[in-house]
């Protein structure tokens, strides 16, 4: 097999990791803020969002510790 079509492939497999990753990630803040509303049907989405990033920080912070 060619070098530049190795090196296309690892590109190929690296660009789907990432958006897999990137996917992923939307899962989660869509989880996150899904369920956060349900505990606070009636809240705004400035508060909502900054609800989502602290609870992001705070699972970030617990995978560091273990």
Do not use: F, H
């Not at 899962?27 to 989405?45: L, T």
């Not at 969002?49 to 920080?57: D, G, N, Q, S, W």
């Amino acid at each position: 097999m060619p070098k530049a079509t190795l090196k296309e492939n690892e590109r190929r497999l690296a660009e789907k990791r990432v958006n897999l990753a990137i996917n992923m990630s939307d899962v989660c803040v869509r989880i996150s803020s899904d369920a956060i509303r349900d505990k606070n049907p009636r809240i705004k989405e400035e508060e909502l969002l900054e609800l989502v990033r602290e609870k992001i920080r705070y699972g970030r912070r617990r995978t560091r510790e273990v």
